[in-house]
């Protein structure tokens, strides 16, 4: 099986953060293992959630940082849309294992 990375870098004033996610392993048996999966955003989540909050540190002492704040909001967006897929494939999993 062909293994897909995907990597997004957000730079910030010469400091940068990595995400990276592999979707290897989370076919299995020709069928997705949404458990893995969800595992994988939730982790990816946490993070983000993690360097949001080395900003929001940076940003009250520096209140005039127009850009620092837009780019928390931008990250904040970002981390809710990995963990609420997250929710969903954890939700999809539970609905196929327990057959409902």
Known sequence: MQ????IVILYYKE?????CGSTRNVLKGGNMDYKELSEKYFLESNV???YIRNLKKLSK???DDLELH???QTLYTIYLELKHTGEYLYHKYEVIKNGK
């Open 70 to 72: 837009y780019r928390i």
């Open 48 to 50: 983000l959630n993690n």
């Open 15 to 19: 400091k940068s953060i990595f995400l």
């Open 3 to 6: 293994d897909n990375f995907v």
């Open 61 to 63: 002492n520096s209140t």
